[in-house]
Structure formats: C-alpha cells, structure tokens
C-alpha cells in the first residue's frame, strides 16, 4: 500500500486568482504523486459580506516560492516524503488542466439559520474532489515529476478565509 498523506492549510485568506493550496512534485523527483480527496472548508470566523465565488482543482506543472505546507502522514511508520515533493500554499504556480471549476460562498457561517455558508463547513459539503476509493476504474489525479494538484481561487473577492485539504499517496510507481 502506497504511503498516504494530507496537506492542510488553515485560514487562508482570499484573493483575487490565488494558489490556496497545492502538492508539487518536482522535477528529480522519481516518485508517483496520487490526488484522491481534496477539501475547501468555508471555516472563517470574522463577519465578512462575502460574495458567491468562483474555484479551481487544476494541474499545474510549476511552483515556486510562497508559505510551505507540512503534510502529515497517516501512518506514522511510513517513509519520508520524497524532498522533490512539496506542498504550499500562496505560491507561484503555472496551471494546465482544469479538473473542475465550483462556485463558492466565502460568507462567514452564522450560529444560528442555515444558510449555504453553514452548509460548506461539513465534511461532504465541503468535499471538492473524490476520486471514488471504491471504484477501481477511477483513476486519482497522478503526478509525475513536475507536475501537481492545486486548488485555484479563480474568482475576485478578497473577503474571508478557508480552510483546504488535499489528501494524497506517495509511491514509486
């Protein structure tokens, strides 16, 4: 079983076309990076009026620069990350494909009512990308050397933060 990861990044604030999140896979690397799930909690707190939104899940095949992302392993036996793999977010990216695009409300959630801000702080509200574990003819978002997965804040408010996750296998082939 390939060794399994999740890089998160907490209150990641908005702005206009920004990398919130991504797992590059550099160029030496000799690795196989595997996107299954990918997360974008609407987990801000401060009262913002926050607009509906646009984002990304896309290729990319460059980042530079930026905040580094730890990422955490499930299984504390597994071997390190490969040190070609790395994760970030606010870095400089280069986008390629786009796996899909979402509309987004970053509109802080209320305490009390439902509204659709309340609704993306849930688990699977909040579920961006799932690559089906249980179906064997869905492949994850593979990344080779210099390519990666990030989650793309395509849209122009600059209002509120959110909370991402990408969860990810690292494996030799």
């Keep these: 079983m390939a060794a399994t990861w999740r890089a998160t990044s907490g209150a ?86 786009i796996f899909r695009r979402f509309l987004f409300v970053n509109e802080e959630p209320v305490v009390a009512g439902t509204t ?3 609704w993306l702080t849930l688990v699977p509200f909040a579920e961006i990308w799932n ?5 064997t003819n869905v492949e994850p978002l593979v990344c080779r050397s210099s390519e990666g997965v990030h989650l793309f804040h395509s849209g122009t408010s600059a209002v509120g933060t959110a909370d991402l996750e990408i969860e990810f296998t690292d494996a030799a082939s």
Aim: contains cysteine; glycine residues 8%; positive net charge.
């Design 131 to 135: 690559a089906g574990y249980g179906d």
């Design 12 to 97: 990641v604030a908005y702005a206009n076309a920004k990398d919130m999140l991504n797992v590059f896979n550099g160029t030496a690397s000799a690795r196989i990076i595997r996107a299954y799930r990918a997360y974008w909690f609407n987990n801000g707190t401060a009262a913002v009026t926050g607009v509906i939104t646009t984002a990304q899940v896309r290729r990319i095949t460059a980042a530079s620069v930026g905040t580094a992302v730890t990422p955490v392993k499930h299984d504390t036996n597994s071997s390190a990350l490969d040190a070609n793999t790395t994760c970030g977010t606010n870095r400089t990216v280069t986008g390629s494909d």
């Design 116 to 118: 659709q801000a309340n």
